[in-house]
C-alpha cells in the first residue's frame, strides 16, 4: 500500500493516527534541528516535520530531498505547534518515521506554484508540470464537473450518447478541413469532422430522436484565444422539434450547470434577442447584456449642418457612458486612438460632454447648438455628468466600431464582473450572407439551416432577407452555442445548395449520401452544439480556453511538448504515395 490517505485528507480529528502519505516535495525547509516538508498531491498539502529524535536513517533521506522528488512517508498526525488557517490541513502535520524516495526529480524549469515564474511557450513545453499547479488542476476538476452535469441532465431527458467517426469527409462549416491521407485508398484523403453535423442528422433519419456527443472537431482555423485547432462541442439533435422545443431544454441544461457547478440561479427565462436588434443595439451577434450602453442612432438628427463627416455617412450612432463626463483629454484621445487601430478601423471619435450643471461641451460645437446636442443626448439616455460618444461611417463598421468602444468603456468602467452572467438567446439569423469579393452567397450557420417558412417566398425576390430558425447561445459576450432547426426536405435542401452555388453534380457528389437519407423518411430535426471549452472557461472566469484543456497548441498550431506537427519518414510518404514540394513563400 503506497498509502493510507491523500495530502488533502488529515485533520484533528486524526491525531495519533499512525498514516502513510506519498507524493511530491512542494517545498523543504530546513530550520537545523527541525526539517519541513511540504507534500503534494492533487488533493492538496500536507507537512511533514522531520524531527531532533527522528531515526538518522530518516534525516539523512530528508538532507537529500529537492523540490518535485516523488516521495512516501510514514509517521503519526500530531498537532501543529502553530497553526495554519490557510491551509486545510494547517491544523495537523505527520511526525514522519519512515521517509522513501521513491522517485527524484530534476529542478522543474519554472516553479510550480499558483503564480508561476514560467513564460507561456516553458510551461506549454512541460504541460505536466504545469498541470501540477492549482490553476490549471482546479480548472481540470471543472471541466470534468461540467462533463458529468451535462451527462446526467441530458441522460434524465432521454438523450442518447452516440459516437461518430472521426475519419470523414469534408463538412462544409466554414474553416478549411484537417485531411488525412488514406493508405489502403491511395490519393484519397479522409478530412477530419469540423463537427458531427451529417452525422447526426443521419442519427435522426435512423429514428435516435435525442442524441448527444462530447466530441472532438477540428478546424484549420487561424488561431486566437479563444480558439484551437482541435475543440470539444457538446454536440446534440433532436426529432420532431421547433425551435422552441431545442431552446427549452438547452436553457434548461444551461440552467441546470449553472446551478450545479456554481450555484448561480435564474429564476427567469433567457431573454431572445433577434439578430436584427443584437446588431442595431449592441454591433454584434453576440452580446454582452451584462450592462446597458446601447446604440442610439442619430443619422438624420445629425446630418444637415454641415459637418461633412457625418453629412457623408451612412450612419452616425452613439452611445451615452455613463458618469464619463469627468474624462481628461488624454483618456478621451486613448478611446479615439483605440478605434482607430486597424482592428477596428473606425475615422475617428465626437464627443459630446454633459456638464452635471447642464451645459454641453462637444468636439462639433462649431456645427452644432448647444440645443441640438441636448436633443442627442437625450435621444441617446444620456444625464448630466455622462459623456455621449459618437462614430459615423458606413453602418457595418460604424456598428462594429461602436460595439469595440462600448466593450472597451465596460471594461474601464468596471461593468464587465466576470462572476456576473448575462446569458441569451440570439434568434432570427439571416439565412445568407452576402460576399463582395466572391460576388456569392454564403450560408450564416451551414447549408442544412432551415429558412423560416414564412420567408421561403424570399428566395426568388430577395434571398439576404431570408431568415433562419437559427439561434446562439451567448453569455458574456461569448457565443458559447449556436444551433438551428435543419431542412428535411430534399427539394428545399437541393434549393438551398444551388443558392450557395453548388451544381447538382458538385451537390450530390458531396451531399448525396445525405440527400439519398432523405429519400427514406427524414423527420423534422434540429439541433445546436456548445462550445465545451468556452463553456468551462466562461465558468472559470478565465478569456482564454487554453488552460481548460489539458494538452492544448499554441498560436501557431503547434503542440510545444510533443513537438508536432512534424516530418514524416520517407517510407511512410512512400506508402502514401505522397511526394512533398517546398511551401509557397
Ligand atoms: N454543427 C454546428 C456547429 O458546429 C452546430 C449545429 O448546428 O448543431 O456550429
Known amino acids: 500500500m503506497y498509502r493510507s490517505h491523500t495530502c488533502g485528507q488529515l485533520r484533528s480529528r486524526d491525531v495519533n493516527t499512525t498514516v502513510t502519505l506519498a507524493g511530491w516535495v512542494q517545498k523543504v525547509r530546513n530550520l537545523g534541528a527541525m526539517t519541513f516538508i511540504d507534500l503534494r498531491d492533487r488533493y492538496g498539502i500536507t507537512q511533514l516535520v522531520v524531527e531532533e529524535h527522528s531515526a538518522e536513517e530518516v534525516k539523512q533521506t530528508a538532507a537529500q530531498l529537492g523540490r518535485e522528488f516523488v516521495i512516501q512517508a510514514t509517521g503519526k498526525v500530531i498537532e501543529r505547534a502553530s497553526k495554519n488557517p490557510r491551509m486545510e490541513t494547517g491544523d495537523i502535520e505527520v511526525s514522519v518515521e519512515r521517509l522513501v524516495i521513491l522517485n527524484r526529480a530534476q529542478t522543474p524549469p519554472f516553479t510550480i506554484e499558483d503564480n508561476s515564474d514560467g513564460g507561456d511557450d516553458l510551461r506549454m513545453k512541460y504541460r505536466y508540470l504545469d498541470l501540477r499547479r492549482n490553476p490549471l488542476k482546479n480548472a481540470m476538476i471543472l471541466r470534468h464537473k461540467m462533463a458529468q452535469s451535462i451527462r446526467t441532465f441530458l441522460d434524465s431527458e432521454g ?92 436553457e434548461r441544461m444551461a440552467k441546470f450547470m449553472f446551478k450545479n457547478t456554481l450555484g ?86 465626437v464627443w459630446v460632454r454633459l456638464e452635471a450643471d447642464g451645459s454641453v461641451k462637444s468636439s462639433v460645437d ?111 459576450g461569448v457565443e458559447v452555442g449556436g444551433g438551428s432547426i435543419r431542412i428535411h426536405d430534399a427539394q428545399l435542401q437541393h434549393r438551398m445548395f444551388d443558392i450557395l452555388g453548388f451544381t447538382p453534380e458538385k451537390a450530390e457528389e458531396q451531399f448525396g449520401f445525405l440527400m439519398n437519407a432523405f429519400k427514406f423518411g427524414a423527420p423534422p430535426h434540429g439541433g445546436l452544439a456548445f462550445g465545451f471549452d468556452r463553456f468551462c472557461s466562461l465558468f472559470g472566469g478565465a478569456d482564454s480556453i487554453r488552460d481548460y484543456i489539458a494538452f492544448p497548441k499554441n498560436n501557431s498550431g503547434r503542440d510545444m511538448m510533443i513537438d508536432a506537427p512534424s516530418p514524416i519518414d520517407k517510407a511512410q510518404l512512400d506508402e502514401l504515395c505522397l511526394t512533398l514540394t517546398e511551401p509557397k513563400k
Open 159 to 250: 438523450f442518447l450518447e452516440i459516437e461518430t467517426p472521426y475519419l470523414i469527409k469534408s463538412t462544409p462549416e466554414g474553416a478549411r478541413d484537417f485531411v488525412v491521407p488514406s493508405r489502403m485508398n491511395p490519393n484519397e484523403f479522409y478530412a477530419l469532422p469540423q463537427s458531427p453535423q451529417t452525422f447526426k442528422q443521419l442519427l435522426m433519419v435512423a429514428g435516435y430522436d435525442k442524441y448527444f456527443q462530447i466530441v472532438r472537431c477540428f478546424r484549420d482555423e487561424d488561431l486566437r484565444a479563444d480558439r484551437q485547432p482541435e475543440f470539444t462541442q457538446i454536440d446534440c439533435e433532436m426529432s420532431f422539434v421547433e425551435q422552441e422545443d431545442v431552446l427549452e431544454v438547452f
Open 366 to 476: 462649431k456645427f452644432y447648438s448647444p440645443d441640438q446636442l441636448r436633443k442627442w443626448a437625450e435621444m441617446a439616455g444620456a444625464r448630466p455628468g455622462d459623456m455621449l460618444f459618437l462614430v459615423a461611417d458606413k453602418r457595418k463598421r460604424a456598428l462594429s466600431a461602436l460595439c469595440e468602444l462600448r466593450l472597451e468603456l465596460g471594461e474601464r468602467l468596471g461593468l464587465r464582473d466576470k462572476s456576473k452572467f448575462a446569458p441569451l438567446w440570439v434568434v432570427d439569423f439571416p439565412l445568407l450572407e452576402w460576399d463582395d469579393e466572391t460576388q456569392r452567397f454564403y450560408a450564416m450557420h451551414h447549408p442544412f439551416t432551415s429558412p423560416k417558412p414564412e420567408d421561403i417566398p424570399l428566395f426568388d425576390t430577395d434571398p439576404g432577407k431570408i431568415r433562419a430558425n437559427a439561434y446562439d447561445f451567448v453569455v458574456n
Open 264 to 349: 448561480v440561479e435564474f429564476d427567469y427565462p433567457f431573454r431572445r434577442m433577434p439578430w436584427s436588434e443584437a446588431m442595431a443595439k449592441y454591433g454584434s451577434d453576440k452580446p454582452d447584456i451584462r450592462f446597458g450602453m446601447e446604440f442610439c442612432e442619430l443619422t438624420s438628427a445629425a446630418q444637415g449642418n454641415g459637418f461633412s463627416v457625418f453629412d457623408s455617412a451612412e450612419y452616425v450612432g452613439a452611445i451615452a457612458a455613463p458618469g464619463c463626463a469627468s474624462y481628461t483629454r488624454k483618456q478621451i484621445d486613448e478611446l479615439t486612438e483605440f478605434i482607430k487601430r486597424p482592428q477596428v478601423g473606425a475615422k475617428g471619435l
